[in-house]
C-alpha cells in the first residue's frame, strides 16, 4: 500500500483534507514511479473530488473546492493559486500539487502548452479525466481511503500498468500531437526509462506535431530534467527524421551531435564555441546567459592557445631575462588569465583533439610568494610574479 510510505505528519494532513468532504487521488510521476520502482519521490499530485456521499454541482463545485484554500490558511500555510483550480504547497519537505477533474477543449491552430480550454466537472470519471493526461504510464492513480487504507484503489483507465510492465511508452489519445510540450516530454521518458521503446504507431505519428509555437523555456526545463546531451541529440534526430517544424531558434539543436556528457549549458556553450563562434553566440541568447559568459570563454580559450604554442625552448628563454623584463612577457597575462577564469578549464576536455600544455595549471597554487619578494617588483607587475616563480620551479627547478 502506498500510504506506508507516508510519514504521519503527511497522513494527518491527508487525513484531514479526506475530512472536509475530499476524495483524494494519487497521479502522474509518483504512482508510476511506484509501480515500476518501488520508488516514493517528492511530488505529490492529486485529483481531488467531493466524497460520494455528496452531490455538489459543477456551478457550485469551485466555491466548495475553495475550503482547501480555507484549511491552508487557518493552518498558516502558504500557498499557490494555478489557473483550472490547481493549488501547489509545500509542506513536510513534499511538494503537493491539488487539482480539479477535467476535461480541454481544443483551441484551433494553437500549439503550445496551452492550447486548450478547460472545463471543470467534479463528477467526471476517471477515464474521461484521465484522457487528457500524455502517456498510459502517466494516468495511473490510487485513489486513497486514509481511514481504511486497505480500501485504496488502483485506477487505471488506459492500461498503464501493462505498458509499465512492458515497457512501452503509448499516448492515450491523439490530443497528445496537440501540446509541443508533450513531444519534449517524451523524449525526456524515453531517456529515462532507458529500455522502454516508443509505441510503434505513436512513432509513426510524430510528424503531426507542430512545433512552430515551442516555448524556449519549456525546452529548457525538458532538457535539464534529463540528460542533455543525449536529450538534444534524440531530439535532432525525431525533428529531422519526421521533418518537424521547428522555430529558427531551435535550429542550432539539429546542426550537431553532441557528447552524451555535457550536462550544463556551459558545457554545451563550449562544445558549440569549438564548431563555430557565431553558433556560440546563438547558444548564449537561446540560454539568456549574460555576455560576460560567452567573452571569459573566449578569452580563456585564446589565452590557452597562446601558451600552447610555447615550447620549453620558449619558456627558457623567457626565465633567463631580469625578473622585471620577464615579467612583462604577455605570457604572465596569459597565464594569469587562465587563472581567474579556470572555472572553463573543463572546455579543454570538449575540444577534439585537445592537447596539454607544458606546465599543470594547478602548480602554482603551491608556489608562495612572500612580501618580501614583491617589494622588490613593481607594483604593476606583482599580481605576475607568482606565475613567474612556478615557472622557475617546473623549468629549472628552482
Known sequence: MITEHLSPEIRQFLEELEALGFSLCLVGGITRDYFFANNFGFDLDFEIRPTRNLDISTDAWPIYYKKIHRFFSEKKLNFSELPYLITRIRYADKNFEFSSPRTEVDLPGNFTHHHFQAKLD???SYDISFKRRDLTINAIGIELDLN?????KII??????????????RNISDDFFLDSVRFLRLIRFKLKFEKFFIEE???SKLYLFNLSELSIHHFKEELFKSRPGEFLNFFSLLVKSKKIVIPDDFKIWIKYTFPVSVSTKEEILAYVFFQDENDAHKVSMFFSMPEKKL???????RSYEEVLRMNKQDFLEILAQPVQAALKNELFKDLKNLEEKKEWRFILNLKPGSKELLIDLNHWKNVSVSSTELSSIDAPLRSYYQYFKTLKKIFLND
Open 295 to 301: 567573452k571569459d570563454l573566449k578569452s580563456f580559450f
Open 148 to 152: 481504511s487504507p486497505e480500501s485504496e
Open 122 to 124: 467534479p463528477k467526471l
Open 201 to 203: 504507431k505513436l512513432l
Open 156 to 169: 487505471d483507465p488506459f492500461n498503464g500498468m501493462d505498458d509499465l510492465r512492458n515497457g512501452i511508452l
